[in-house]
C-alpha cells in the first residue's frame, strides 16, 4: 500500500470510482455548477469528515498542538 501523507485521502470503496484514487486537496478549485456534467461518486459522511479535516490542514485551520 502507498503511503500517504496527512492531507492526502484514500479514496478507497468509493461508489462510483472505478479504481482507488487519492484526493490531493492542495489542487482544490473553484468551478461553476454549470460545467458539471455528472456526478461520478458519492462520499460517505465519514469520508467527507476526512476531506474536511484534510482541507482544515492545508489552510491552517486545525489545532496543530
Known amino acids: ?12 470503496n468509493i ?3 472505478d479504481k482507488e484514487s487519492i484526493l ?3 489542487f482544490i ?3 461553476d455548477k454549470a460545467r458539471l456534467i ?4 458519492k462520499l460517505t459522511k465519514e469520508k ?7 482541507l482544515k490542514f492545508i ?3 486545525a489545532d496543530l498542538n
Open 48 to 54: 467527507m469528515f476526512e476531506v474536511e479535516e484534510s
Open 38 to 41: 455528472r456526478k461520478v461518486g
Open 15 to 17: 461508489v462510483g470510482f
Open 24 to 26: 490531493l486537496p492542495h
Open 29 to 31: 478549485r473553484n468551478i
Open 1 to 12: 500500500p502507498r503511503v500517504i501523507s496527512p492531507e492526502m485521502v484514500a479514496m478507497h
Open 59 to 61: 489552510l491552517v485551520l
